[in-house]
């Protein structure tokens, strides 16, 4: 017979369990702007084009196809790229001019060598439906065409930005053991053949692999704040000096209940913008919005007086 303070103690764990998942969910869908056209329901990159407008991108499985959304997230537009694959497409970025950058360089297998970025006139300008990219390619110096072992395993990628006229890529760690780190490289912005060159790294966590990949990257307007996607968080980046961007103030946001949240982007210096991925018709395929000065920021390393650097 199943003693009664073993009962209470089952009956209590499980209500804070209860407890526990409904304010995660509120505080990720209390969040929530709108749901997103299921033509883009494994939507993997977002950006803001000159007007304001948002545009996406889907990962593996569809064309190279851009989708501009209207404001309730059907999509208006689609325009496609005459002269790309979408092998992987993972991130989407754009440079202060306002030319856009798509990142075909997802590398689940870590066996992709060369990797692709397209880069294209911003949206706006583009008064068809189709237009074609300048090409920029790189691999990994590390990669030397032997296999990669599994504790090397840090050359898939989901995230990128571009910043002083140099793109910065923030690796997907699938290394075993985990051990939650993401690598920084760096290549130009430009059409050309890279070497990319690894100038950083990061760690996030390494409770589970699933929770601490990066999945997205953003840079604000003024260049000033950078913001890295996990599917339970938000890394911001303040403070930092030139492209040393985790040298400076470091900060966890949380949002709350964990979905597969994969395109995060700026629509002002102070707003973010969010996705997540449909799963099952159950949960995600939405859209949010934080803004900044108005969440919860969880200070990791700061150089303010309350809070000195460590």
């Known amino acids: ?40 329901r494994e939507i993997s990159g977002i950006e803001f084009d000159k007007k304001l407008r948002l545009w996406a991108i889907n990962d593996s499985g569809d064309g190279p196809k851009l989708y501009m ?8 537009r689609e325009v496609t790229v005459t002269n790309a694959k979408n092998i992987d497409w993972e991130d989407m970025t754009q440079n202060e001019f306002g030319h856009f950058f798509l990142g075909d360089f997802g590398n689940n297998e870590n066996n992709r060598r060369w990797l692709t970025i397209y880069k294209i006139e911003n949206p706006i300008d583009i008064k068809t439906d189709t237009t074609e990219a300048e090409i920029i ?21 989901e995230a990128f930005i571009e910043f002083d006229h140099n793109l910065y890529l923030f690796t997907k760690n699938r290394t075993a053991p985990f051990d939650g780190i993401t690598n920084v490289y760096k290549v130009g912005d430009h059409a050309a053949n890279f070497n990319a060159e690894k100038i950083d790294a990061f760690k996030t966590c390494t409770t589970l692999e699933k929770l601490c990949w990066i999945t997205s990257a953003a840079i604000s307007p003024d260049r000033k704040r950078l913001v890295l996607l996990d599917s339970t968080s938000i890394w911001l980046f303040e403070n930092f000096p030139s492209d040393r961007f985790f040298s400076g103030d470091i900060y966890r946001i949380d949002l709350g209940l964990i979905t597969q949240k994969e395109a995060v982007t700026f629509y002002d210096n102070n707003t973010l913008v969010f ?27 700061t150089s303010s007086p309350s809070n000195p650097a460590e």
């Open 1 to 40: 017979m199943i003693k009664k303070p073993v009962v209470l103690i089952s009956l209590l764990l499980a209500c804070m369990a209860m407890l526990f998942t409904v304010g995660a969910a509120y505080s990720l869908y209390s969040k929530k702007q709108h749901d997103i056209d299921p033509k883009v």
């Open 69 to 76: 959304l209207n404001d309730d997230g059907s999509v208006a």
């Open 275 to 301: 996705t997540d991925e449909e799963f099952k018709g159950l949960i995600g395929g939405n859209a949010y919005k934080i803004e900044l000065d108005k969440v919860a920021k969880q200070p990791i390393r």
């Open 137 to 157: 390619k790189f691999t990994y110096p590390e990669m030397d065409g032997t296999p990669v072992e599994p504790h090397q395993k840090n050359f898939d990628l």
